[in-house]
């Protein structure tokens, strides 16, 4: 990772996070080096908070209009190719994820040797909301199958890519919504890719302050879009069923050894 690999570098994708945005930066600055903030075609303030971040190092990519966060994730991920960065971290804008977890997450993502490191709320699914949490369900319950092996939490945002071994994955991601974490999870899975899980702190509060643009029923049918066209082309193009054969022969152990891992609360 370019520089300390105590302070990463950091995409941020938002959508009308003008009441979050600047308490995130503050609480995540401290913890991180270049950060880069992609305002998704925000009508709010989102790009004027993030504007007045640049003199502490924030950069602000913008999308003319809205694309969905899958697509601001790609965006994020091509600057932190740009600059170089060996490893970079994403997590979302509305504070339903604690930036002090960063630490944590990084030594897993050292001590797990991962090229994706997946935030885990299983330990505490129980607080989530009850449409979330049942998308949720549904989106890991898949995942586990398609993945054949264990995906305990298919949709959290805060993550950690290794670049160098990400780059051809990233590359080829296509889902511009909610569904392209999903995405980078079955193709992970198929490349060979080390995947680990590790816990972070559960956020939900109260009000619109914290509010999501995870739309429960439409966001988990476009999921579920992507598990059944992924189906499709598994069992109707060569190609595809290549994959699962590969997917069969590793294992649940994972083609370079380390596989999914769920690290316990206590890391």
């Not at 209009?65 to 697509?71: D, I, L």
Request: aromatic content about 8%.
């Amino acid at each position: 990772m370019r520089g300390d690999m105590r302070r990463p570098c950091v995409v941020v994708p938002a959508y009308n996070a003008e009441a979050t945005l600047g308490p995130l930066l503050e609480r995540l600055l401290p913890l991180a080096g270049r950060v880069a903030v992609v305002d998704d075609g925000s009508a709010d303030g989102t790009a004027r908070v993030a504007a007045a971040f640049a003199p502490r190092g924030v950069e602000l990519l913008c999308h003319p209009r809205n694309r969905g966060k899958g697509a601001a994730l790609r965006t994020g991920f091509r600057w932190a190719m740009a600059q170089g960065c060996r490893a970079v971290v994403t997590l979302d804008s509305d504070l339903q994820h604690a930036p002090e977890d960063l630490p944590a997450l990084l030594a897993a993502f050292d001590e797990t040797g991962a090229d994706v490191l997946v935030g885990s709320r299983v330990h505490e699914r129980d607080r989530m909301p009850g449409a979330r949490r049942f998308g949720n369900w549904i989106s890991s319950w898949f995942a586990g199958r398609f993945c054949h092996r264990p995906v305990p939490d298919s949709q959290c945002g805060f993550r950690i890519y290794r670049l160098p071994e990400c780059a051809g994955l990233l590359a080829d991601l296509r889902a511009d919504r909610f569904d392209a974490e999903t995405e980078v999870l079955l193709k992970a899975a198929v490349r060979g890719l080390r995947i680990a899980f590790a816990p972070i702190t559960v956020i939900y509060p109260e009000g619109g302050r914290h509010r999501s643009h995870y739309r429960a029923w439409v966001d988990t049918l476009r999921i579920i879009r992507l598990y059944f066209l992924e189906l499709c082309r598994r069992t109707f193009t060569p190609r595809g069923r290549r994959d699962v054969r590969e997917l069969r022969r590793h294992g649940p152990g994972g083609c370079h050894g380390s596989g999914y891992r769920l690290l316990p609360r206590e890391w």
